[in-house]
């Protein structure tokens, strides 16, 4: 029986997925044990595009800086019956313990391998993933996933691993921009209901006056008819 308490990592097909929660997610996966320690590293995550003006003039700037959180743990799966649980898998709660040893962690390593690496079917690629234990939640990718056979059975499936991760912070675009208020930044977003060509310039550029020039940039036949889901360009102006 694993805890509630243990850390868990989560997977969605995609990152907005994340925000609505379990009943969205593809799978799950929770550690046996806890890792001792966990660490956390940010490091500077800096846009390499050069942003034009309006005018199609280039302006010189250094995109905000954004730091990107990376968190890196170990942890062990043991299936030598030391341990009271056995490691979260699909067949191994089915299980007697001595069935489960002759069987090996693969089926609990297939699942962690899934809810970290492998591809999806509907997307082709590897799923986002939630991390949370306590005070700890991260919403990211997995970069690196390390596994270390230390102890075989009779058959030489392996009954003991070490296992590492690194997950790193997935930067969604829109989230950090509204951190940056500077008019200075390439922004393109989608327009939702209530959403005024105005409001939007007096956001983006802290005056609505703006609101004829990039509706020319943007071809649009009228400032007053923004269509829902539509995504608009407010790049940086020359003032």
């Given at each position: ?5 243990n ?14 929660g ?98 999806l ?20 990718v ?39 208020q ?16 105005p ?41």
């Amino acid at each position: 029986m694993l805890s509630f308490f243990n850390l868990s990592i989560t997977a969605f097909e995609t990152y907005e997925d994340i925000a609505w929660g379990y009943f969205w997610s593809v799978d799950s996966y929770q550690l046996q044990i806890n890792p001792s320690s966990v660490s956390c590293s940010f490091g500077k995550n800096e846009g390499d595009d050069e942003p034009a003006s309006a005018n199609g003039g280039a302006i010189p700037q250094k995109s905000p800086t954004y730091f990107k959180e990376t968190v890196s743990f170990k942890f062990t799966l043991d299936l030598t019956g030391v341990i009271p649980s056995v490691p979260d898998g699909d067949w191994y709660w089915m299980l007697p313990s001595e069935m489960s040893y002759f069987m090996g962690l693969d089926d609990s390593i297939e699942k962690l391998k899934g809810v970290t690496i492998y591809p999806l079917r509907a997307t082709h690629a590897p799923p986002f993933v939630h991390l949370v234990w306590g005070d700890i939640s991260l919403k990211g990718v997995v970069t690196d996933l390390g596994i270390e056979y230390t102890y075989f059975n009779s058959t030489g499936s392996a009954v003991r691993a070490e296992i590492s991760i690194t997950i790193e912070e997935f930067i969604n675009r829109d989230v950090e921009e509204s951190k940056y208020q500077s008019p200075d930044i390439t922004r393109i977003p989608t327009i939702k209901s209530g959403d005024t060509l105005p409001a939007l310039c007096k956001e983006f550029y802290s005056d609505k006056k703006y609101y004829v020039k990039i509706a020319e940039i943007n071809g649009l036949p009228s400032f007053r008819r923004l269509k829902l889901g539509e995504k608009l360009l407010f790049p940086p102006l020359e003032k």
